[in-house]
């Protein structure tokens, strides 16, 4: 199985990662995690994403606060998917590497979830490995199921509440 490559701007970001490693690792996916800077260490990220798909990376996960480049200069040099979580932070709420993150210039693609949305980071990269591993996705149908039972039976509870 491939892995997820998860780099962050900055080790602030690793609260938001965690989140990332934890959900892969849910899902025996797994990854590793690296703090390289788009602009301090510009050659390591550059390195790391030029090699990542014969290290046996399958995609890439970018944490990234205030200017939030790092995914779109990762993305710059793989061709792997690359997914972007803007960071929140304390100058402009997230709203600033929202924008940073998903403005990218047409050939260079970065897929953005949410401010601070690392599980969502995760299940996409589990989702895009579960193109060609049945297990993954098995694993992932069976997820969106436990979810919506747990959806109907709230809804249950609720009406009983109200209605008896």
């Given at each position: 199985m491939k892995k997820v490559g998860i780099l962050m701007g900055s080790a602030s970001d690793l609260p938001v990662a965690e989140k990332a490693v934890q959900t892969l690792?849910?899902?025996?996916?797994?990854?590793?995690?690296?703090?390289?800077?788009?602009?301090?260490?510009?050659?390591?990220?550059?390195?790391?994403?030029?090699?990542?798909?014969?290290?046996?990376?399958?995609?890439?996960?970018?944490?990234?606060?205030?200017?939030?480049?790092?995914?779109?200069?990762?993305?710059?040099?793989?061709?792997?998917?690359?997914?972007?979580?803007?960071?929140?932070?304390?100058?402009?709420?997230?709203m600033d590497a929202l924008l940073s993150t998903v403005m990218m210039p047409p050939g260079i693609p970065v897929a953005t979830v949410a401010i601070n949305g690392a599980q969502n980071a995760a299940l996409l990269a589990i989702e895009i490995l579960a193109v060609t591993d049945g297990e993954l996705a098995a694993k992932l149908d069976a997820a969106r199921r436990a979810g919506a039972e747990k959806v109907l039976n709230s809804d249950r509870e609720v009406n009983e509440k109200l209605y008896g």
């Open positions: 690792g849910e899902y025996g996916v797994e990854s590793e995690t690296h703090v390289y800077s788009a602009h301090r260490t510009p050659e390591e990220a550059r390195d790391f994403a030029l090699h990542a798909r014969e290290r046996g990376f399958g995609a890439l996960i970018c944490a990234a606060g205030m200017a939030a480049h790092l995914a779109g200069a990762v993305a710059a040099n793989t061709t792997l998917p690359v997914i972007g979580i803007p960071c929140k932070s304390s100058v402009l709420d997230g």
